[in-house]
């Protein structure tokens, strides 16, 4: 069974800088797609940036474009999300998902980290 784990999040100020870490266990992680989502209180989890197989970046959401980056080190089973200029309405929990395929953008993600709570103050 696939687990993710992100760590990382913290409590920063805006403009600061932030990298949050997904860690695979108990499955590959180099074939799949990889995606970051957030979740900021009272609002639907949104998708914000994700990076192919081949480390090639899938897309970034308008609000993050430019200001994060994704990339990942297969070696350790690792994804990151490099968060830089952070603002106050970057304060959500973030979360890391991978595809329930290999090699494909298509299918759906289905394995999950619990989270990690990122915190800008203005």
């Known amino acids: 069974q696939v687990q993710l784990v992100e760590s990382g999040g913290g409590l920063v100020q805006a403009g600061g800088s932030l990298r949050l870490s997904c860690a695979a266990s108990?499955?590959?992680?180099?074939?799949?797609?990889v995606g970051w989502f957030r979740q900021a209180p009272g609002k639907e989890r949104e998708f914000i940036a994700g990076?192919?197989?081949?480390?090639?970046?899938?897309d970034y959401a308008d609000s993050v474009k430019g200001r994060f980056t994704c990339s990942r080190d297969d070696a350790n089973n690792i994804v990151y999300l490099q968060m830089t200029t952070l603002k106050p309405g970057d304060t959500a929990v973030y979360y890391c998902?991978?595809?329930?395929?290999?090699?494909?953008?298509?299918?759906?993600?289905?394995?999950w980290g619990q989270g990690t709570q990122v915190t800008v103050s203005s």
């Open positions: 990076i192919t197989w081949s480390g090639s970046p899938t």
């Open positions: 108990g499955g590959t992680f180099n074939t799949y797609t």
């Open positions: 998902a991978r595809k329930r395929l290999p090699f494909t953008n298509s299918a759906p993600f289905d394995y």
